[in-house]
C-alpha cells in the first residue's frame, strides 16, 4: 500500500482531542519528551487523583527518562492546577523558563481541568493568551481535551481557540495562513472534528484577509481515507469562504483518495478545485 | 426545460431480428433528434453503428457513437454516466438528448440479471430527468430467451419502424425487481468466511480488515481501494441507520470478491435505493448507498435471518 505518512510538523498551539487516558498519557509524553530532547524546558500539569495512578512522569519514566535528575536540573516541571491555570500564570511560567536560559519551553495542558477551573471568559481569554504567546515568544503549547467530552458547540468553541490545529486518535488538521495539511483518515469517527477544525481554519484564514479573495489550499497528500460524509464536510465547511468569492483547492490526494474525489465529483463544486500531482 | 411541456424520461424497447430492421427502426429516432439539435448518442458495436451511420443524412452530423464497453461498464455507473450527461447537455442549451443503445449482456447468467435489472431501475431512477429518451435494441435472434423476457417487461414502450406504442407487458420497476431477485440459500458462498468479525468496533477496524485479507488476492490496488470506500460507506449506515452488533464478512474465491454488512435492524425494501444521483451535500443512506454502487460490481441487500444484509461483489479482472 502506498500510504504515506511522514509527519508534518506539529504546530506550536495546537489541540489534543484524546479517547482514553492511555492516549492522553503517551502523546503528551511523547511530544514532553521530543522538548527534553531539544533542551527545552518541558512543564505540565495534571491532576492528581489520577485513575490507576499514571501520570506523565511515570510514563516518561517508563520511557527511559531520568525524571528525578530532570527535575532536579529545573528541565522538566510538574505544576498542580491551582498555580498553573490561573489568568497571567502562562506569561510568568513562559518567561521564568526562558530567564532561566532555555531556549524554548514545552507545555502540555489539560484543557477539561482548565475548563472546570477558570470561569468560561477567563477559560476563553486563557486559551487567547497562549495563541499570542505562542506568536510572541520561544514556546510551544499542547492543549488536551477529552474527545466524548468535546462535541457539538463545545468542539466547535474548542477548535476556534486552536486555530493552528488538532490532532486525535485517526486524524490531524494543521492549519497556517491559507493552507490546511490535513493527515491520517476521516471518516464517521471524527468527521464532526474535521468540520470544526476546517471551519476554525477557513474563518481564521478569511479573517486574516480583509476584504481580500481567500484562496484556500487543503492538503491532503498525507490522508490515506476520506469517508462520502468527510468529503461532504469538505464541502459543506468551506461553504462560507467559497460563497465569499473565495476558493479552496483540494491538493495533492493519493490515487485512492482521488477517486472518493471524483466519483463524489468535488471537483465540480463552485469554487472548489481540484488539484492532482502530475504522475 | 423543466416548464409542463417538456418531455418527460423515454425508455423504448426496440427489437429486431436483421441488421436492416435495426436500421429501418432506429435511425428515424436518431434523424429526428439531430434534426432538432438535440444531443444524439449511439451505443452500439460494430457492424450495426456503421450501418446506423450510414444511414442518417451527410456523416451523421453531431451523432457520437461510443462502443458499449464504453458505456455499458457497470450498472450503476451508467446510471451516473447518463444522468451527468442528459444534465450536462441540457445545460448547456441542448433541447433534448437521444440515446440508442445495445447492451452486450454477456454469458453470465449474474451479469444477464444485473443488466436486465438495469432496464427496469432506469425507469425509476430517470424518471426525474426530462427530455431523455433512450431507445434499447435488442436482437431476438441471438440474445437468449431470458434477456428478451426480461426486457419485454422492462421498456415502457415499444419503437419499430414505424410505430411507438405502449408496451402492455411493462411491469413497474419494483414489482420487476421483486420477481427477478435472487435471493435464499446460496446467495453467500458455502465456505467459511475469509474474514468475519461479528460485532464490528468501529469502520476503521472493517478497513483494515479488507485490506489485509485483499492483499493476496489478484485484485489491484485502485479495485482494492473501492472496495474498502465502499464497504465503509455500508457498515457506516449500518452504524447510523441500523441495529448493532454490525458484523462484516468478506469472502475471496478465485472469480470475486464477496463483502457482507449484516446489521440487526429492519434495513428497508427499497429496491431501487441508491441508483439515483444524489449531490455531494445530502447526508443520507441513500446517498451512501449511491456511492458504494459506483464502486463495486452488485451490490444488493436482502433481509435475512440474522438482520439486514448488504452485499458487495467485486468480480477478479477476466471473470465476467
Given at each position: 500500500m502506498a500510504l504515506v505518512t511522514a509527519e508534518p510538523s506539529w504546530p506550536v498551539h495546537f489541540l489534543h482531542l484524546y479517547a482514553t487516558d492511555t492516549e492522553r498519557l503517551s502523546t503528551s509524553s511523547a511530544w514532553l519528551r521530543r522538548g527534553l530532547q531539544l533542551g527545552e524546558r518541558v512543564v505540565w500539569s495534571e491532576p492528581s487523583d489520577l485513575p490507576g495512578g499514571r501520570s506523565v512522569a511515570s510514563v516518561l519514566e517508563e520511557g527511559g527518562v531520568d525524571v528525578v535528575a530532570a527535575r532536579a536540573a529545573g528541565r522538566l516541571v510538574q505544576l498542580p492546577p491551582a498555580e498553573f491555570y490561573p489568568p497571567g500564570s502562562q506569561v510568568t511560567i513562559v518567561d521564568q523558563a526562558l530567564a532561566d536560559g532555555f531556549p524554548a519551553v514545552r507545555i502540555a495542558a489539560d484543557g477539561d481541568t482548565a475548563s472546570r477551573t477558570l470561569s468560561p471568559a477567563a477559560f476563553v481569554e486563557s486559551e487567547r493568551m497562549v495563541e499570542v504567546l505562542c506568536r510572541t515568544r520561544p514556546m510551544s503549547y499542547m492543549c488536551q481535551y477529552e474527545r466524548s467530552l468535546t462535541v457539538g458547540s463545545r468542539l466547535d468553541q474548542i477548535s476556534e481557540i486552536h486555530p493552528q490545529g488538532l490532532r486525535e486518535r485517526r486524524g490531524q488538521v494543521y492549519a497556517s495562513g491559507d493552507v490546511v495539511e490535513l493527515a491520517g483518515e476521516f471518516d464517521m469517527s471524527n468527521e464532526d472534528v474535521l468540520g470544526a477544525a476546517l471551519r476554525a481554519a477557513s474563518g481564521a484564514a478569511s479573517g486574516a484577509s480583509g476584504n481580500r479573495s481567500v484562496a484556500l489550499e487543503i492538503g491532503l497528500s498525507r490522508v490515506t481515507f476520506l469517508s462520502r460524509g468527510a468529503c461532504r464536510v469538505l464541502v459543506l465547511a468551506t461553504e462560507p469562504l467559497r460563497m465569499a468569492g473565495g476558493v479552496v483547492r483540494l491538493a495533492g490526494p493519493q490515487p485512492h483518495v482521488e477517486a472518493a474525489l471524483r466519483v463524489l465529483e468535488l471537483g465540480n463544486v463552485p469554487h472548489m478545485q481540484l488539484v492532482v500531482k502530475e504522475p | 426545460?423543466?416548464?409542463?411541456?417538456?418531455?418527460?424520461?423515454?425508455?423504448?424497447?426496440?427489437?429486431?431480428?436483421?441488421?436492416?430492421?435495426?436500421?429501418?427502426?432506429?435511425?428515424?429516432?436518431?434523424?429526428?433528434?439531430?434534426?432538432?439539435?438535440?444531443?444524439?448518442?449511439?451505443?452500439?458495436?460494430?457492424?450495426?453503428?456503421?450501418?446506423?451511420?450510414?444511414?442518417?443524412?451527410?456523416?451523421?452530423?453531431?451523432?457520437?457513437?461510443?462502443?458499449?464497453?464504453?458505456?455499458?461498464?457497470?450498472?450503476?455507473?451508467?446510471?451516473?454516466?447518463?444522468?451527468?450527461?442528459?444534465?450536462?447537455?441540457?445545460?448547456?442549451?441542448?433541447?433534448?438528448?437521444?440515446?440508442?443503445?445495445?447492451?452486450?449482456?454477456?454469458?453470465?447468467?449474474?451479469?444477464?440479471?444485473?443488466?436486465?435489472?438495469?432496464?427496469?431501475?432506469?425507469?425509476?431512477?430517470?424518471?426525474?430527468?426530462?427530455?431523455?429518451?433512450?431507445?434499447?435494441?435488442?436482437?431476438?435472434?441471438?440474445?437468449?430467451?431470458?434477456?428478451?423476457?426480461?426486457?419485454?417487461?422492462?421498456?415502457?414502450?415499444?419503437?419499430?419502424?414505424?410505430?411507438?406504442?405502449?408496451?402492455?407487458?411493462?411491469?413497474?420497476?419494483?414489482?420487476?425487481?421483486?420477481?427477478?431477485?435472487?435471493?435464499?440459500?446460496?446467495?453467500?458462498?458455502?465456505?467459511?468466511?475469509?474474514?468475519?468479525?461479528?460485532?464490528?468496533?468501529?469502520?476503521?477496524?472493517?478497513?483494515?480488515?479488507?485490506?489485509?485479507?485483499?492483499?493476496?488476492?489478484?485484485?489491484?490496488?485502485?479495485?482494492?481501494?473501492?472496495?474498502?470506500?465502499?464497504?465503509?460507506?455500508?457498515?457506516?449506515?449500518?452504524?447510523?441507520?441500523?441495529r448493532p452488533p454490525v458484523r462484516v464478512r468478506l469472502w475471496c474465491t478465485p472469480s470475486r470478491v464477496i463483502c457482507t454488512v449484516t446489521d440487526s435492524g429492519d434495513g428497508f425494501d427499497d429496491r431501487l435505493a441508491g441508483y439515483t444521483r444524489i449531490g455531494e451535500a445530502r447526508a443520507t443512506a441513500a446517498a451512501g448507498l449511491w456511492t458504494a454502487r459506483q464502486l463495486v460490481d452488485h451490490l444488493d441487500a436482502a433481509r435475512t435471518g440474522q438482520g439486514f444484509t448488504v452485499r458487495m461483489i467485486l468480480r477478479s479482472s477476466g471473470s465476467t
Open positions: - | 426545460m423543466n416548464g409542463p411541456s417538456a418531455r418527460e424520461f423515454r425508455h423504448d424497447g426496440l427489437f429486431y431480428r436483421s441488421d436492416d430492421e435495426l436500421v429501418a427502426a432506429a435511425a428515424p429516432f436518431l434523424r429526428d433528434g439531430l434534426a432538432a439539435s438535440e444531443t444524439v448518442v449511439v451505443v452500439c458495436a460494430e457492424p450495426r453503428a456503421s450501418a446506423l451511420v450510414d444511414a442518417l443524412p451527410g456523416d451523421g452530423g453531431d451523432l457520437l457513437v461510443l462502443r458499449p464497453t464504453e458505456l455499458y461498464r457497470r450498472t450503476a455507473t451508467t446510471i451516473a454516466a447518463l444522468q451527468k450527461l442528459a444534465e450536462r447537455e441540457l445545460a448547456n442549451g441542448r433541447p433534448g438528448v437521444r440515446v440508442m443503445g445495445e447492451i452486450d449482456f454477456g454469458d453470465d447468467p449474474e451479469g444477464k440479471a444485473e443488466w436486465s435489472a438495469y432496464e427496469a431501475v432506469i425507469n425509476a431512477a430517470f424518471a426525474h430527468v426530462p427530455m431523455l429518451w433512450t431507445v434499447c435494441a435488442f436482437n431476438t435472434r441471438d440474445l437468449p430467451e431470458e434477456v428478451i423476457s426480461a426486457a419485454t417487461q422492462t421498456h415502457p414502450h415499444l419503437l419499430t419502424a414505424t410505430t411507438r406504442t405502449p408496451n402492455p407487458s411493462y411491469l413497474e420497476p419494483a414489482q420487476f425487481l421483486r420477481r427477478s431477485a435472487a435471493g435464499g440459500p446460496g446467495w453467500l458462498p458455502p465456505t467459511p468466511p475469509d474474514i468475519d468479525i461479528p460485532s464490528l468496533a468501529d469502520v476503521g477496524q472493517l478497513r483494515g480488515g479488507i485490506l489485509g485479507a485483499l492483499e493476496h488476492t489478484g485484485l489491484d490496488i485502485e479495485t482494492r481501494h473501492h472496495l474498502v470506500f465502499a464497504a465503509n460507506e455500508v457498515a457506516t449506515n449500518a452504524f447510523d441507520h441500523g
